[in-house]
């Protein structure tokens, strides 16, 4: 009976993907093409979905249920069309419905672009989070902007990289549902009027503005074989006009689109360069319109169900703010409430208060948004007008609280002096939100304590701890297929949404058949990564290697410099001929500078300079590698992850949120070393400090060093491998044809203070490096620790996270 029923689900597929071919892209089902047949298969799923998510809906109304808003600047979904499938529980079906056809389920896959809807691990936490909240039940949705183009295309051009446009939609997305029926108009510019209502009382309008239009576009989010399918809705700017008809007539073309233009750049791209005053502009218009148009929304749903007050809206949503992008949103609703439904303005603040909370993502005081007020003033007029207002009630309120403290109220004020006035985002995320939470257990301890010290003093009870987590079906069961089906064949498939059950991995860490099983899963998905490499840059690497991974954002303070400085006192040791045995190891780089990074992008340039000379020198033959992988994403995340014995996880204590690459290597069985920073603290907790190689000052060891007086110029002199590889970066070895070209690098560290303690952590690394290497060369010791750090991993799963959310800061319970 079973094969029957899978039978017919395999010809409902075939039907349905040739009837896509033919009456969806109006093409010849026969004979199959592969980029047809893609879009056809793609089509029968998301009609499966649209199915799902209609139900899913109507549950919401008829339970009458309070919903989540998570709003994101980025969300990083990755591929969909695997996971769709894996979600619906039909990859077998999928795969023999598209044999059958001649064709594999695997290379259709690859025809499929990452969408550029995201830059990090912001947008991929987010996406995470989406995944779960859709899999635990929870109602709610999120909301971004639909980019037409990602942050970038990364290419490798001599070493040095270049930047091309990410055009992901440029043949539109089968995926997203346009949406031409929900059209909200937003508003910029003009000025704020002042009249009276009819009871005398002072009301504001913004009048006199220019429109753009937000159309909504969804892109469905469904849950792990539970039948419930939510969605992201992300806008697209649409001029509120096609074209000056008066420019027109005077034949005056370009003029006639001029302003259609400028209003849909709104939606163009993920964060235009802000080094200009245009830029800025343009992204100050990019937060305002998403959240402007999602509030729109929220109130449409809101007003549907027919509510007597606005008194209500705080059981009825909740809106969680991602970073600060979305933080203008405070003073939208405000406005909402008193300029359009004539709320007094203490009721309105309070509604506002206990309908937001914010998630902090950064430690660094210099990450933290401000916008000039002369330029939110003439963007926004009316809500530059009530960002003064909730500033002054704030500080009249500090004031009661904590008599003759100017100092105080100088730190916490929502407005900024130095420098010429400005707006201090994240102060008004913590004013006008009932929760303030961080991402990892140092995070917020950090800016509990230091960061936002002064506010914990003010409101103690806003701010609380949220760990980041991880979905497991893409980062472990869709991503590594082989290490899960090993998983499931001695636990069962429940840890799939249940992750704590991967304790029930740790007894079979010390079995010797089990390890060999292990290592087999591990030495194919490094052969599946080698052939990767050799097909993208033509390098043979031996699978049988170290594969040591340093994937991440190229930042000072992530230190992939740090790492590259092993890889040279390595390349020397290996050509000294030291007589210590060192195992064979490729060490894999990847990630992205920003476009106006120069030191990042002279990071990227050395790193390729080193594995150039290293990689062409006989005298290390095949025992030292170095690979940079261009232009990063979360495919390519998800060849590389489950191939990486070492997960380098370096950060300058103090300075990482927390990290969620490295929740996804220790998932798949990768032994970290790093330093006690972000959720490496963590993590280092529940793996076992056993199986962790811990270096590095800690987070209060770095603030005394900066305190008490750093000289990295006093161990440069000390170390003499240090020394030698410094003096190679700085004279030239690795470049030959410009010698002084990575100086700067040089001189950042020497001269000009070392703030990201590369050279103070460097003996350290060195040292953890070796015991690295001690450990790699006993494998079965090695492969304990692996499924060891894999067994302990159930806490980080983003499942756990959202159900905190839920529990502790939303207010809200998984639909039955």
């Known amino acids: 009976m079973t094969g029957q029923k899978q039978n017919r689900t395999v010809e409902a597929l075939k039907d349905d993907i040739q009837r896509h071919v033919a009456l969806t892209l109006g093409s010849d089902p026969f004979p199959p093409r592969k980029e047809h047949y893609y879009l056809g298969l793609c089509y029968t799923v998301r009609d499966r979905l649209v199915e799902k998510w209609l139900d899913t809906q109507r549950s919401y109304y008829d339970a009458i249920t309070k919903r989540v808003y998570y709003m994101s600047l980025e969300f990083l979904p990755g591929q969909f069309l695997m996971n769709y499938i894996q979600a619906l529980g039909l990859e077998e079906d999928c795969r023999e419905a598209v044999r059958d056809f001649g064709l594999d389920l695997d290379d259709l896959a690859e025809e499929e672009w990452n969408p550029g809807l995201g830059n990090g691990g912001l947008g991929r936490l987010a996406s995470c989070y989406m995944d779960s909240m859709a899999t635990c039940r929870i109602p709610g949705y999120g909301y971004g902007i639909l980019y037409d183009y990602g942050i970038f295309y990364q290419t490798i051009v001599n070493g040095f990289q270049q930047e091309g446009a990410d055009n992901w939609l440029r043949q539109d997305s089968p995926w997203v549902l346009r949406r031409g029926h929900f059209m909200y108009p937003v508003h910029f510019f003009g000025r704020s009027e002042s009249y009276r209502d009819g009871a005398g009382q002072e009301r504001f309008r913004w009048v006199d503005t220019e429109t753009v239009m937000a159309m909504a576009c969804d892109i469905m989010v469904p849950g792990h074989r539970n039948g419930n399918v939510t969605n992201m809705r992300l806008w697209k700017a649409i001029s509120s006009r096609d074209f000056e008809l008066e420019h027109f007539n005077r034949g005056d073309y370009i003029g006639a689109v001029q302003a259609k233009v400028e209003s849909e750049n709104i939606s163009k791209v993920l964060y235009p360069n802000d080094n200009s005053p245009v830029g800025r502009e343009l992204r100050l218009r990019q937060q305002y319109f998403f959240v402007a148009a999602t509030f729109q929304d929220i109130m449409r749903r809101f007003r549907k169900n027919n509510y007597s007050s606005f008194d209500c809206l705080p059981e009825q949503v909740t809106v969680q703010l991602n970073d600060t992008h979305p933080a203008i949103g405070i003073a939208e609703l405000m406005r909402i409430l008193v300029d359009e439904e004539s709320l007094v303005w203490e009721r309105a603040w309070d509604i506002c208060r206990r309908t937001f909370a914010y998630t902090n993502h950064t430690v660094l005081p210099e990450a933290l948004e401000v916008w000039p007020a002369e330029l939110l003033g003439r963007v926004l007029p009316r809500h530059l007008q009530i960002i003064f207002e909730i500033n002054h009630h704030f500080l009249e309120g500090v004031r009661r609280q904590f008599p003759g403290r100017e100092d105080l109220v100088r730190s916490v004020s929502i407005i900024g002096e130095d420098g010429g006035k400005h707006v201090r985002m994240a102060h008004l995320a913590i004013v006008g939100s009932h929760a303030v939470n961080g991402v990892a257990a140092l995070h917020s301890r950090i800016i509990r304590d230091k960061l936002f010290r002064d506010f914990a003093l003010i409101m103690p ?13 893409r980062w472990l069961y869709q991503c590594n297929p082989a290490l899960s089906e090993l998983i499931s064949s001695v636990i069962g498939e429940k840890w799939v949404t249940d992750l704590s059950r991967l304790e029930e991995l740790a007894p079979y860490a010390d079995d ?18 080698a052939r990767y490499v050799l097909r993208k840059l033509g390098l043979g690497i031996n699978p049988s290697t170290l594969f040591d991974v340093h994937i991440k954002r190229i930042h000072e303070y992530k230190r992939q410099l740090l790492n590259v400085l092993h890889v040279i006192t390595l390349y020397n040791r290996l050509r000294g001929q030291n007589g210590q045995p060192h195992p064979p190891r490729t060490v894999f780089f990847a990630g992205k500078a920003a476009p106006g990074y120069q030191q990042a992008k002279l990071i990227i340039k050395l790193i390729n300079s080193v594995a150039q000379v290293v990689n062409a020198d006989p005298a290390v033959g095949s025992v030292l590698k ?30 990482e949120a927390s990290g969620t690459g490295n929740m996804k290597f220790a998932l798949n069985g990768a032994l970290t070393i790093g330093t006690l920073d972000g959720a490496n603290v963590e993590i280092r907790e529940a793996v076992g400090e056993e199986n962790f190689f811990l270096f590095g000052r800690t987070e209060g060891e770095v603030e005394t060093l900066r305190r008490e007086g750093y000289d990295p110029r006093e161990i440069y002199e000390q170390s003499l491998e240090l020394k030698k590889a410094l003096d190679m970066i700085a004279t030239g070895a690795f470049s030959p044809e410009a010698p002084g070209l990575f100086r700067p690098i040089v001189d950042s560290l020497l001269s000009h203070g070392d703030y990201y303690m590369m050279l103070a952590d460097y003996e350290d690394y060195i040292k953890v490096q070796r015991r690295v290497e001690d450990a790699y060369l006993d494998a079965a010791g090695w492969t304990r620790m692996s499924i060891l750090n894999t067994a302990h991993m159930g806490m980080f799963s983003s499942d756990r996270a959202v159900m905190e959310y839920a529990s502790n800061i939303w207010k809200v319970a998984p639909l039955p």
């Open 626 to 655: 170095v690979v940079f992988l261009p232009n990063y994403c979360v495919s390519q995340a998800e060849r590389i992850i489950p191939a990486a014995d070492l997960s380098q996880q370096i950060s300058t204590a103090g300075m």
């Open 461 to 473: 009870e806003k701010f609380t701890n949220v760990t980041n987590g991880i979905t497991p079906r």
């Open 512 to 529: 010797p058949q089990f390890q060999l099983r292990w290592q087999e899963v591990r030495r194919r998905n490094k052969k599946l990564l």
